[in-house]
């Protein structure tokens, strides 16, 4: 059997996230028993909420647990198969953790589902095709829930929920608004992800600058903002947003490594009258088939071009990762393994 490296989580973050809460190691992989499969991953996803995880404390998921293979979404090709639904080639989605290969009981409802990479790149099954895309399209479809004409904002705009979260309210007849950090970000965000403006919160950085800054894009006020980062860009926002106006509260990246994020004026939901909304992809599974369905169709006939930041091989993971909490990455953050 291969030998198989993986990325352990060694121990836990004191504030922000380092290198060393990680640990790289090497394991034969098993013989497989019936109903199993040998997947050799050829994308690892990095994906925010893994942040999350290493914390001990209460959350909407489990904590990662310590000296086990971190969570993580994985692409890649069935190389061994003792189920009779998969076969040696098949190429896969699944959870298969910071890791080369992995076993997978492929029976396990959910645990391995099959792509078509005819029309979709096999690595986008992991960003615009997968659960950022997905999430994208709750926050939009089920919670915003637009009007043609009706104005939306994102933030963490070009990311691999941001760029989808575009093409989908373009789809449905909005002026989109995105917040990013960066001219090049914001640049890309207008000229390619097809985003109506993009506001560069380093060159607009505080409240009252990035205020100034939507009211001038969004002349119509806003009707729906989906939110990726929290904190003083959600102050901001929330300044502009019109009566009957809903909130997508998707992420607060920029609490992620525990700083506290106060909000300025709570009362402005109550003077809007606004629906602010949580939601954790995951529990909504029921609308990942039409989801799905959507955004492959974006993606297959260009409507929807998603950039990618690929990290090469299994140990730059952890940097990677450490990176994608910064904002360096530009587009969906990936491993490739093979
Ligand atoms: N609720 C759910 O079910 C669910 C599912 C998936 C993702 N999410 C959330 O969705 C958000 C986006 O996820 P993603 O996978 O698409 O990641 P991403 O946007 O591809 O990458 C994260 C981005 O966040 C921005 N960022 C990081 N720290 C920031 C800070 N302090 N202030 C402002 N921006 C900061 C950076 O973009 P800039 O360079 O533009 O700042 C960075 O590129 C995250 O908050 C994530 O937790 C939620």
Partial sequence: ???????????????????????LVSAETPALADGQVLVRHHYLSLDPYMRGRMNESKSYAASQPLGEVMIGGT??????SRNAKYAVGDKVVGMGGWQEYSVVDANAPGALRKVDTTHVPLSHYLGAVGMPGVTAWYGLVKIIAPKEGDTVVVSAATGAVGSAFAALAKARGCRVVGIAGGADKCKYATEELGFDACIDYKVHGDVKAMAKALKEACPNGIDGYFENVGGWIMD???????????????????????????????????????????????????????ALKELGTLVGTGKLRPRETIAQGIAAAPEAFLGLLKGKNFGKQLVKLV
């Fill in 75 to 80: 692409v890649g090709e069935v190389v061994e």
């Fill in 236 to 290: 901001a926002v929330m300044l502009r947003m019109n009566a009957f106006s809903r909130i997508a509260l998707c992420g607060m990246i920029a609490g992620y490594d525990g700083a506290p994020l106060p909000m300025a004026n709570p009362a402005l939901m109550l003077i809007n009258r606004m629906k602010v909304e949580g939601f954790i992809v995951s529990e909504h599974m029921e609308v990942w088939p039409d």
């Fill in 1 to 23: 059997m291969p030998i198989n490296q993986q990325i352990l989580l060694d121990n836990r973050p004191q504030g922000e996230a380092v290198a060393s809460n990680f640990k």
